[in-house]
């Protein structure tokens, strides 16, 4: 299994950005896949999750109306687009593989650095 | 939700055993038996070494175990080694496929 992640970068406060994972290794389209970030020197933040077929997404609060994820069976890939973008905004983001049978996230990326910054 | 607390270090020298608690509510670590746990070393994406509570992924050494009573779930690290030295990080789900980490544990190794 593995995880790629792109597209970090800095970005101005009200910016937007897209992030992308390519997954190899595994059946893409049987798992639920999901984007967790980690502010410097800070804990862990789910920011989304997606189901297998594309159908049912999730979003905390803190980025709910700004970030969209999506995903393409086709091509393995994950994808998260964030607009509005905030300071706080500002983490390394992993893209994780939710684990099959349980609430847990077996296989994660290398992440990726977003700076939200003037 | 709020994260789920866990002290904010341990230490023990090498061969001894540590614990890690994590403490929720009833409504996450004690409604569900799905608390997992993470490590992290520095600069490096986390790992998952424990789902379902007591559950290890293939891999991981049986050194790490895992429990749970009540609203607080503990990971204990038996025969301390140096690799052990890393951030720890509790996770449990809080329905409607929601779920909340822990605020992390920097092991030490003395």
């Known amino acids: 299994v593995q995880l790629v992640e792109s597209g970090g970068n800095l970005v101005k406060p009200g910016g937007s950005l897209r992030l992308s994972c390519a997954a190899s290794?595994?059946?893409?389209?049987?798992?639920?896949m999901t984007w967790i970030r980690q502010a410097p020197g800070k804990g862990l933040e789910r920011v989304s999750y997606?189901?297998?077929?594309?159908?049912?997404?999730y979003y905390p609060d803190s980025v709910k109306g700004r970030f969209t994820i999506s995903r393409d069976n086709v091509e393995n890939s994950l994808y998260l687009q964030m607009n509005s973008l905030r300071a706080e905004d500002t983490a390394v983001y992993y893209c994780?593989?939710?684990?099959?049978?349980?609430?847990?996230?077996?296989?994660w990326g290398q992440g990726t650095l977003v700076t939200v910054s003037t | 939700q709020s994260a789920l607390t866990q002290p904010r270090s341990v230490s023990g020298s090498p061969g001894q055993s540590v614990t890690i608690s994590c403490t929720g509510t009833?409504?996450?670590?004690?409604?569900?038996?799905?608390v997992s746990w993470f490590q992290q070393h520095p600069g490096k994406a986390p790992k998952l070494i424990i789902y379902?509570?007591?559950k290890r992924p293939s891999g991981v050494p049986d050194r790490f175990s895992g429990s749970k009573s009540g609203n607080t779930a503990s990971l204990t690290i038996s025969g301390l080694q140096d690799d052990d030295e890393a951030d720890y990080y509790c996770?449990?789900?809080?329905?409607?496929?929601?779920?909340?980490f822990g605020t992390g544990t920097k092991v030490s190794i003395l």
């Open positions: 994780a593989r939710v684990h099959a049978t349980s609430y847990s996230f077996d296989y």
């Open positions: 290794g595994f059946t893409f389209s049987d798992y639920y």
């Open positions: 997606i189901s297998s077929g594309g159908t049912y997404t």
């Open positions: 009833s409504s996450d670590v004690g409604a569900y038996n799905y």
């Open positions: 379902d509570v007591t």
């Open positions: 996770c449990s789900y809080a329905g409607s496929y929601t779920g909340v």
